[in-house]
């Protein structure tokens, strides 16, 4: 019954951006650290951004700081991923990824990919002249 749902992916031109959405349903967002994985054509998945719980700061691969922001909105139960100046090496299958912690407390968040257990279908992301 826990289910996170990505939306917002699509064809991007270089330098383009586009702004993607996780929305969970069955918990509650802020228990929980969620973490932005990605995975292009034969390439393992790897870790692009995540926010922690209770107000955590976040952490961002070095290859899109500076062009990314990973968001949360409590209200909304949604998690946004901002990708501005987009290039060709971004283009992948986006994934959102969620892992429970305690609440009512700072947790930070981790890109290690088998820390998380709730996991999203995933949103394509194509940047291409």
């Known amino acids: 019954q826990l289910q996170l749902v990505e939306s917002g992916g699509g064809l991007v031109h270089p330098g383009g951006s586009l702004r993607l959405s996780c929305a969970a349903s069955?918990?509650?967002?802020?228990?929980?650290?969620i973490a932005w994985f990605r995975q292009a054509p034969g390439k393992e998945r790897e870790g692009v951004s995540c926010i922690g719980s209770g107000g955590g700061s976040t952490i961002y691969t070095d290859s899109v700081k500076g062009r990314f922001t990973i968001s949360r909105d409590n209200a909304k139960n949604t998690v946004y991923l901002q990708m501005n100046n987009l290039t060709p090496e971004d283009t992948a299958v986006y994934y959102c990824?969620?892992?429970?912690?305690?609440?009512?407390?700072?947790?930070?968040?981790?890109?290690?990919?088998?820390?998380?257990?709730?996991w999203g279908q995933g949103t394509q992301v194509t940047v291409s002249s």
């Open positions: 990824a969620a892992e429970q912690r305690p609440p009512f407390v700072q947790h930070m968040c981790t890109m290690a990919l088998r820390e998380y257990d709730y």
């Open positions: 069955g918990f509650t967002l802020d228990y929980y650290i």
